[in-house]
């Protein structure tokens, strides 16, 4: 079966940085798109960033532009997120998803697996 296990958590002072790690399994990595999403207590599931399935479109959510970083490394199964200049506002549990269709080429991918979620608090 499809199983997502994200990596790299943890507690950082505002400022700091810290890198999200997402493994996939049980699928073909490279044929589906991927999204990094968080839900911040109180809050609702909001999207952070995502890849497409060929790596040529990129979002970010416009509270992190310029500051987290989406890449995949097909070779590794794996997706990331690199995050720097944290800020208190960016605590939140964050999870990988992938999407539901390979090779998909509309403009609203829907994503059907996600991972446990992890855990990141910036403290101020």
């Known amino acids: 079966q499809v199983q997502l296990v994200e990596s790299g958590g943890g507690l950082v002072q505002a400022g700091g940085s810290l890198r999200l790690s997402c493994v996939v399994s049980?699928?073909?990595?490279?044929?589906?798109?991927m999204g990094w999403f968080r839900r911040a207590p109180g809050k609702e599931r909001e999207i952070v960033a995502s890849?497409?399935?060929?790596?040529?479109?990129?979002y970010y959510a416009d509270s992190v532009k310029g500051r987290f970083t989406v890449s995949r490394d097909n070779a590794k199964n794996t997706v990331y997120l690199q995050m720097n200049s944290l800020k208190p506002e960016d605590t939140a549990v964050y999870y990988c998803a992938s999407g539901g269709v390979p090779y998909y080429s509309g403009s609203a991918p829907r994503y059907d697996y996600w991972g446990q979620g992890t855990q990141v608090t910036v403290s101020s």
């Open positions: 049980g699928r073909t990595f490279s044929h589906y798109d």
């Open positions: 890849i497409r399935w060929s790596g040529g479109s990129i």
